[in-house]
């Protein structure tokens, strides 16, 4: 039996709230049974089912933007396109459209190597630093590549301003973002208050202890509301609303 996705195609990623002049922040990534996204040291898993995945790309393509952290390019080096074909979509869709890269990389280690620099990359990716670590030389060598460096102050815990980027970003016209990871970024992201829509992947396997959890801490997960779980293959996606506003 086909895949149901006309939960995802249906679903709004638009900011309800037209006055809060940020991108509507739709948070997901997948999960193993015992809530590790990567394996030790970080090592990249293919938890997803190919339904998942196909639910994956059908997010993409519905986002102005996706967002990783510099984690996720060190580790998996990703491409972050869409890679749906016009079959995998309703009538009328319309062409493929890409989502533009979001990278945090409070350091600048973002590697001049990365496929998201390749010519054949349909969009280059957009890199937030900070002031304090920014190499002048590396600043230069990415955005001869096609790469856009952006500067921003960082919280007291140390890592990009979120308040900063989502700011930025709508000034930059993007108004919906896809947050995929990794574990310090979800985790930010939870706290921050800033998440409007979740979407979680359960995968039926295990990794184990030394597998990288997806929060990092008790504190950063929310209470939920308006949830529904789908079933995508083998595994299952928990589509729900977090109950705390960044003021709380």
Do not use: C
Not at 31 to 45: F, N, P, V, W
Not at 48 to 72: E, F, N, P, Y
Not at 98 to 104: D, E, G, N, V
Request: proline share 5%.
């Amino acid at each position: 039996m086909a895949t149901n996705y006309d939960f995802l195609f249906e679903r709004s990623f638009e900011l309800t709230d037209k006055d809060a002049k940020r991108p509507h922040i739709t948070l997901t990534y997948a999960q193993s049974l015992d809530g590790k996204i990567a394996g030790r040291h970080g090592q990249q898993l293919i938890l997803s089912g190919a339904q998942s995945m196909t639910a994956t790309h059908i997010l993409r393509l519905k986002h102005d933007a996706i967002l990783v952290g510099i984690g996720t390019v060190l580790n998996d080096d990703p491409r972050l396109t869409v890679r749906l074909t016009s079959d995998d979509l309703p009538e009328g869709s319309g062409p493929i459209r890409h989502p533009q890269p979001i990278i945090l990389d409070s350091k600048l280690r973002f590697p001049t190597t990365s496929k998201l620099l390749l010519s054949s990359s349909p969009t280059k990716p957009w890199i937030f630093t900070s002031s304090i670590y920014t190499n002048s030389q590396r600043k230069t060598d990415l955005e001869a590549l096609g790469a856009k460096v952006f500067v921003l102050d960082l919280d007291p815990s140390g890592h990009i301003s979120l308040e900063g980027l989502v700011s930025t970003l709508w000034k930059s016209k993007i108004r919906s973002v896809m947050v995929e990871g990794g574990a310090s970024v979800i985790s930010s992201f939870l706290k921050s208050g800033l998440v409007d829509s979740f979407l979680l992947t359960i995968a039926p396997v295990y990794v184990g202890k030394d597998g990288v959890s997806a929060v990092e801490d008790a504190e950063a997960a929310p209470e939920f509301y308006g949830i529904s779980y789908h079933a995508l293959g083998r595994d299952v996606m928990m589509v729900a609303e977090p109950r705390h506003t960044a003021s709380s």
